[in-house]
């Protein structure tokens, strides 16, 4: 059942705006705000700061988190504060470990504190380097920590297409280039060139099918590839064409054919008069006069 107008329930697909902290110092670690990263100081040019799509009732969020969200109302700003064990839980003291600073100038890696690392198929934090030997923490970099959100519902999605876009934005960061037709029993969904090289999607496209079966209320989820030239554009951004080798006109062909004739005749003509005696007291017969003369002949 969809959700009344400036209220909010299990179920439905939102976009909402927070900032969240550390509540034992007040210290922002994430937002979807421009502004408050700016004030925080780990504004990244690079990211796109947003609303964020959020399907309630997917276990995306914590617990704590969606179930406020699941009671606000649009517009309004709410506080909720969440203990660890509710978030990131407890710190595991045995995914504190040590490893060999080779492992890192393989990768070509000089590891200080703080540094967030790659190893194996697990993240972990830098928390000290030296003597051959570098300590990483495995652990969530929230484990063990309070948190507090101040989040903004801003819009409850309505229509299935918008639904579908935002199911895709969840799992991708975008649903650009991505279109989609939406029927009684089935949704289809015409895939961008990103699907075709983002090792991601091969893992997201199961968890994208789950929840566009749910806000888009069909059994059926088809994804179609489309493969196609790239058109050539130039610089004035007008599409260029490849230009066509034009046929020699018919009539070309026959009077090129002619001319070799006559000039194989002409050179035959010359060749036996060549060969004749002389003729004394006959006037010359010049060159052009002979090759009106065969032309006639011809005619």
């Given at each position: 059942m969809a959700a009344a107008k400036g209220?909010?329930?299990?179920?439905?697909?939102?976009y909402i705006d927070y900032?969240?902290?550390?509540?034992?110092?007040?210290?922002?670690?994430d937002t979807t705000m421009a502004e408050s990263a700016k004030k925080a100081g780990f504004f990244d040019e690079k990211f796109q700061y947003e609303?964020?799509?959020?399907?309630?009732?997917?276990?995306?969020?914590?617990?704590?988190?969606?179930?406020?969200?699941?009671?606000?109302?649009?517009g309004k700003e709410t506080e909720v504060k969440i203990a660890s064990a509710d978030a990131a839980g407890a710190r595991d003291p045995k995914l504190v470990e040590l490893h060999s600073i080779k492992e890192f100038y393989k990768q070509e890696v000089n590891p200080y504190p703080g540094?967030?690392?790659?190893?194996?198929?697990?993240?972990?934090?830098v928390m000290s380097a030296g003597?051959?030997?570098?300590?990483?923490?495995?652990?969530n970099p929230l484990a063990g920590k309070d948190l507090v959100y101040?989040?903004?519902?801003?819009?409850?999605?309505?229509?299935?297409?918008?639904?579908?876009?935002?199911?895709?934005?969840?799992?991708?960061?975008?649903?650009?280039?991505?279109e989609f037709t939406i029927t009684d029993d089935k949704i289809s969904v015409i895939l961008p060139e990103l699907t075709k090289f983002d090792q991601n999607w091969t893992i997201a496209r199961f968890r994208i099918v789950s929840d566009l079966?749910?806000?888009?209320?069909?059994?059926?989820?088809?994804?179609?590839?489309?493969?196609?030239?790239?058109?050539?554009?130039?610089?004035?951004?007008?599409?260029?064409k490849k230009p066509k080798k034009k046929a020699a006109p018919k009539e070309a062909k026959a009077e090129e054919g002619a001319v070799k004739k006559e000039a194989k005749a002409a050179n035959s003509e010359v060749k036996k008069d060549a060969a004749k005696p002389k003729n004394v007291g006959k006037p010359k017969v010049n060159?052009?006069?002979?090759?009106?003369?065969?032309?006639?002949?011809?005619?």
């Open positions: 209220s909010v329930s299990k179920g439905d697909l939102v900032d969240a902290f550390l509540a034992d110092n007040d210290k922002l670690f609303p964020m799509p959020v399907l309630l009732g997917s276990g995306k969020l914590f617990e704590v988190l969606e179930a406020a969200v699941e009671n606000a109302s649009v540094l967030e690392v790659q190893l194996g198929n697990r993240r972990g934090t003597a051959g030997r570098v300590k990483v923490d495995f652990n101040k989040f903004t519902v801003k819009e409850v999605v309505k229509d299935k297409v918008e639904k579908a876009k935002a199911v895709v934005k969840m799992s991708l960061g975008t649903s650009d280039g991505f079966r749910k806000v888009a209320e069909v059994d059926t989820v088809e994804f179609i590839e489309v493969w196609s030239l790239a058109e050539k554009k130039s610089a004035d951004g007008e599409v260029e060159d052009a006069d002979r090759a009106n003369s065969q032309t006639q002949k011809k005619k």
